[in-house]
């Protein structure tokens, strides 16, 4: 039989779950069934790469430099050129996107080249917390658009295809979920946590705290700053870790020597072994204005380490009273208090950890997620699997 060709498009290999979704797809669908070309485009300087960091399974993506995510309307119009004259070379029977950007120029690209079948991923949302409310309303009536020109739309949560709908991007049937999936294995044995904290230079006395996220406006990383300024107060052994980097770093440098927090709080940039991070960590947080779905969380469950997380977007379709404790947006009082709460039982921390590595290790393991893109495309296409 013929193999499916799938050509995948994302915006860029940044850091973050998209790159690893699409890595992971890319890798390993059944190469006797499917032929994938992945193209993707660039980040800007201070994103990271995944490819660099060593994040990805192996893979060699087309790379087309003026795909990115500023707008430019030169760049986009040579992007969409490029990505048309692509489909028409490798001939896909599917173009399946990825990222607002790959999402709009990707979905044209493939009508204009004439096929068939468009798949978009939305793996998480510039409707809410990202831009004002008039740039959203722009947004909203593109994705309504291109929504009409794909064949499926792919939501990565529950509550991300429910808002899908409720924003009339599209109906329900033609929305079908698809967790996001991640390659867990390296977080099920972790290191000893003595050697964790060697490697990442820290001592081995006290306990830490972890935010393992891009250091941008969306992360509210000042959250996470002022509640552990307060943790502190009630628990002076406790140090904090921050692990990312960003357009942002600067700023929540200032704000950490402000809150008197030089000492206590390191902030180690992107670092490939985060298992040594998760290993040391006694707790691991999450304070984003909004999310898809939370990778770092994930990880951090498959860790068996205990989280609390802001309960917006994906957030609470992974962690529940069972995994995790969510607080609301922005109050960092009530993250600080439940930093402690979680410090002061580690009885409490342990069976949270426990419960939380066995959803994350059943939900998003990268097998499920090929299995069910598979079932997917076999579906689009009306093929036979054998």
């Known amino acids: 039989m013929k193999r499916i060709r799938v050509m995948r498009v994302i915006t860029r290999l940044n850091i973050g779950g998209p790159a690893i979704h699409v890595s992971l797809l890319a890798s390993r669908l059944d190469p006797t069934r499917y032929e994938t070309l992945l193209v993707s485009g660039v980040e800007s300087g201070d994103e990271g790469n995944m490819l660099e960091l060593g994040r ?21 119009l040579r992007a969409l050129t490029g990505l048309a004259l692509l489909a028409r070379s490798f001939k896909p029977d599917i173009v399946h996107t990825h990222l607002a950007k790959a ?3 990707g979905r044209i690209a493939a009508r204009i080249a004439g096929v068939r079948t468009v798949v978009h991923t939305y793996h998480g949302s510039v409707f ?16 309504r658009a291109l ?35 991640l390659d867990l294995d390296h977080f099920r044995e972790l290191p000893a946590r003595e050697d964790a904290l060697s490697a990442l230079g820290l001592p081995r006395e006290g306990r830490y705290v972890a935010i393992v996220a891009r250091l941008v406006p969306i992360k509210d990383i000042p959250t996470f700053l002022r509640a552990f300024a307060l943790v502190t107060e009630s628990l002076p052994d406790v140090r904090g870790l921050v692990i990312g980097d960003g357009p942002e770093r600067g700023a929540v440098e200032r704000l950490a020597q402000n809150l008197g927090l030089e000492r ?20 691991v947080a999450l304070t984003s204005l909004n999310e898809g779905s939370p990778v770092s969380v994930i990880e951090a469950m498959a860790s068996g380490r205990a989280v609390v997380a802001t309960a917006v977007g994906g957030v609470p379709d992974v962690v ?19 930093i402690v709460s979680l410090l002061r ?35 689009l296409l009306g093929r036979r699997t054998g």
Request: include cysteine; charge should be neutral.
């Open 147 to 181: 929504a009409r020109i794909t064949t499926r739309i792919v939501a990565i949560t529950s509550g991300q295809k429910a808002d899908l709908v409720d924003l009339g991007i599209a109906p329900s049937s033609k929305i079908v979920e698809i967790p996001l999936g």
């Open 320 to 338: 529940s009273e069972a995994t995790g404790i969510l607080v609301p947006v922005g109050d960092h009082r009530g993250f600080a208090d439940a």
């Open 345 to 379: 039982d580690p009885d409490r921390r342990a069976e949270l950890g426990r419960k939380g590595r066995e959803v994350a290790v059943r939900r998003f393991a990268s097998d499920r997620l090929v299995a069910d893109i598979d079932r997917l495309y076999i579906d």
């Open 128 to 143: 809410r917390g990202y831009f004002g409310q008039r740039e959203s309303a722009v947004y909203l009536g593109i994705e």
């Open 103 to 105: 999402g709009a120029l």
């Open 264 to 283: 206590r709080c390191r902030f180690l940039g992107w670092r490939a072994d985060l298992p040594n991070v998760y290993a040391a960590s006694d707790v």
């Open 56 to 76: 990805l399974p192996p893979i060699d993506p087309r790379i087309l430099p003026t795909l990115g995510r500023a707008i430019s309307p030169l760049d986009d």
